[in-house]
């Protein structure tokens, strides 16, 4: 289970020449992500949604707040917990110079997989993942459905238990988007617990078993996808969405 | 909790070498040694010849005596007779260095003495009345009885010159040392910009932080992978620097007298140098590149230690600083010093361990430093 506590993140920004203005990006969120659950973060851009992953995923301090991850937290257990949890993201960038094989192998050996099994699970999952044709090619020559097929293949590697997924499908055409939804929802069905990010509310909708929706990073509803849309009086997430922000919008 | 520097070192010098222009640096720098060694050394030779062929061209606002002339064509001055005015004008033209009047036994040298060409020439002449003089001298003893050279060579006087090297190839050494210093600086500035703000700007850094890696382990691996390809760097300069000396005795005169030579103990203390200066130089270029954002400041920003790496060395070789103590842990100057010391055959052992200790002292710090600055956000935005 993943239990989010009163997470608050604050940043300074320049204001003018002479002024600085402090603001916080992630305000207070709080909630739960339990085993075989996915739980989307849904929110406009600026919402505080990346910045709520990254702390989460242990790459961000909190100013305030804590995550737990069952009885584990990043002050006590950094190392262990990031063992346990793979983060991806629209933006997630791997090396360019080596092959999709080095960069798994490198990646089993940083989760310290075991020697003898890291070549039959890289196998594994490039044959679930359509790697094969590709799997010794150089990163940077691939396409960008094919780098993003390799970034989930380097979530898989060390079995997590935890996914944190911001925005993974954004700039992917319908088949790529498509095989990294079939994976989450096959991981899923494994009893991991996904964290998954978007502002494609459709998708959302299809696939988390809860949403939560941020805007100027405060929780403005939590619930299931049928719940929200029952206390919206509307037909999909993208109505509801606008029902509950009204007048006070960023773009979707 | 296995450590993971060593997987990161992996990573690290898989794409060093997998980089063409990190590659380069590392290999490419290292050909200008040679380049510098024999250029300045055929540029010494040819200053050397010049001041006897090039500047022998002298104007006699006088005629020859017979002895004159005999001593002219003994040293091989290209005499050029005519009258004053017109020496001057061939002067300005350059067409002669010096002409000499002459008043009764008076006899003057006009030139300009401050300028290169009149320094040769001033000093060919005074060489050449030293010898009219003694030729003068000679037959005035001799034309009333008496045995010149016992008179004039009342006493005589040897140079005997004890030193190992001369000027040449103690300038050649020294300055082929701080061009290893500033090589080894050149190949640390790609990689560890590259490593750092490089990995920032293609957002590769991120993806890093996520993986279950402390940061001691992040840094210390990529301090190794910057400081591995910097001691190939040093090295392979060290070698070709080597190579270029033996080159040089061979091809060059100026080196017949006193060749260059490096001891075997010399060589091992180079390495020993070139290993410290490599530590340092690398920890510090991470340092600075993992406060910049992008690639291109991160490159700005370590330019200039491309200068301060060579300067403080340069102005202790040139001003004659010799190494002590307190100058032994003076960060670019020590190795610079250190570097002086071995060009001369002089081995300091404690100005050595001196160096060498407070290398390791500033490596922690800077190591302190940057693992503080990647436990935060910081490092990523």
Avoid: W
């Avoid at chain 2, 050397?48 to 002895?67: Q, R, T, W």
């Avoid at chain 2, 300005?92 to 006009?110: H, R």
């Amino acid at each position: 289970m993943i239990k989010v506590n009163d997470l608050k993140k604050k940043f300074v920004k320049q204001k003018n020449k002479k002024e600085k203005m402090e603001f916080y990006a992630v305000n207070g969120v709080s909630f739960e992500a339990n085993e075989g659950e996915i739980v989307g973060i849904l929110g406009p851009n600026g919402a505080g949604k990346t910045t709520l992953l990254r702390m989460v995923a242990g790459i961000m301090n909190p100013t305030s707040g804590d995550v737990q991850f069952d009885d584990m937290n990043y002050k006590k257990d950094e190392i262990k917990i990031k063992k346990s949890l793979a983060y991806l993201s629209g933006n997630t960038k791997i090396y360019n110079s080596i092959s999709p094989y080095e960069l798994l192998r490198m990646c089993a050996e940083f989760y310290e997989v075991k020697k003898d099994e890291i070549d039959n699970r890289i196998q594994e999952i490039s044959r679930i993942l359509e790697m094969d044709k590709f799997l010794y090619s150089r990163i940077g020559n691939l396409s960008t459905g094919q780098t993003q097929r390799v970034n989930i293949a380097r979530c898989l590697i060390h079995d997590p238990k935890y996914y944190i997924l911001d925005e993974a499908t954004s700039g992917l055409d319908i088949i790529s988007s498509q095989i990294i939804l079939d994976f989450i929802k096959s991981e899923k069905k494994k009893g991991k617990c996904v964290l998954y990010s978007t502002h494609y509310m459709e998708e959302a909708e299809n696939i988390c078993d809860r949403v939560i929706m941020i805007n100027h990073g405060n929780i403005i509803k939590e619930g299931t996808p049928d719940e929200i849309r029952k206390a919206t009086k509307t037909s999909n997430l993208r109505d509801a969405f606008f029902a509950l922000i009204g007048s006070d919008n960023n773009e979707e | 909790m296995k450590s993971n520097v060593f997987n990161i070192l992996k990573k690290e010098i898989r794409e060093i070498f997998r980089d063409k222009k990190s590659l380069s640096m590392m290999l490419i720098i290292p050909i200008m040694i040679p380049v510098l060694i024999l250029g300045m050394s055929a540029l010494f030779q040819s200053q050397m010849s010049k001041s006897g062929d090039d500047y022998n061209k002298i104007g006699f606002a006088y005629d020859l005596s017979s002895e004159e002339e005999t001593l002219v064509n003994d040293m091989n001055i290209e005499a050029v007779c005519g009258s004053e005015d017109e020496l001057r004008s061939k002067l300005d033209s350059s067409d002669i260095y010096l002409y000499v009047t002459k008043e009764d036994n008076n006899y003057v040298l006009n030139t300009n003495v401050g300028s290169e060409s009149g320094g040769y020439a001033t000093s060919l002449m005074k060489s050449y009345y030293a010898n009219y003089k003694t030729l003068l001298q000679e037959e005035a003893l001799t034309n009333i009885g008496q045995d010149a050279n016992q008179i004039l060579n009342i006493i005589t006087l040897e140079v005997n010159d004890l030193g190992e090297n001369n000027f040449y190839s103690m300038y050649i050494v020294g300055y082929a040392f701080l061009f290893i210093m500033m090589a080894i600086t050149v190949s640390a500035t790609y990689p560890a910009t590259d490593t750092t703000a490089g990995e920032k700007e293609r957002g590769t850094l991120e993806t890093l932080l996520t993986f279950p890696i402390k940061s001691r382990d992040i840094i210390v691996g990529k301090l190794l992978g910057v400081t591995i390809s910097s001691i190939i760097t040093g090295v392979l300069s060290l070698v070709l620097a080597l190579i270029s000396f033996e080159v040089a005795n061979n091809q060059f005169t100026i080196y017949e007298t006193a060749p260059i030579t490096i001891s075997g103990l010399s060589i091992v203390m180079s390495v020993i140098v070139i290993i410290a200066y490599s530590i340092f130089i690398s920890g510090l270029c991470i340092a600075i590149a993992s406060m910049c954002k992008t690639f291109k400041e991160a490159q700005s920003a370590l330019t200039p230690l491309t200068f301060v790496a060579f300067f403080p060395g340069m102005i202790a070789f040139m001003v004659g600083i010799k190494s002590t103590a307190i100058l032994s842990i003076i960060p670019f100057l020590n190795f610079s010093l250190v570097f002086n010391d071995i060009s001369n055959g002089i081995i300091n052992y404690m100005d050595i361990l001196l160096m060498f200790v407070s290398t390791i002292v500033y490596i922690a710090i800077i190591i302190y430093c940057i693992i503080k600055q990647y436990r935060s956000e910081k490092v990523l935005f």
